[in-house]
Nanobody
């Protein structure tokens, strides 16, 4: 089994920054990638940023230049640094791990960008 625990969400003003963390535990052998998704009310869940075990990264167009995804050497923690936050970034953010073609999800953490 794989467990993912997110932290770091909260309320921030427009233009502010937040850093989300996701700690992975369990059988992480053959992990292919970790990623952050988000889901705003009434919208579908969307990919925000992803990083493969080889270090390749990918970002949604809407966050390029503002968000940075990173991981540690053990590949069991992933962060996303979110800068210049906008009200449209408000959503529940979910951590995802893809291991041997199976997807695992965290419980989600709320990010609210509002003045």
């Amino acid at each position: 089994q794989v467990q993912l625990v997110e932290s770091g969400g909260g309320l921030v003003q427009p233009g502010g920054s937040l850093r989300l963390s996701c700690a992975a535990s369990g059988n992480l052998f053959r992990m292919y990638a970790m990623a952050w998704y988000r889901q705003a009310p009434g919208k579908q869940r969307e990919l925000v940023a992803a990083i493969t075990s080889g270090g390749s990264t990918a970002y949604a167009e809407s966050v390029k230049g503002r968000f940075t995804i990173s991981t540690n050497n053990a590949k069991n923690t992933v962060w996303v640094q979110m800068n210049s936050l906008k009200p449209e970034d408000t959503a529940v953010y979910y951590c995802n791990a893809r291991i041997m073609n199976a997807d695992y999800w965290g419980q989600g953490t709320q990010v609210t960008v509002s003045s």
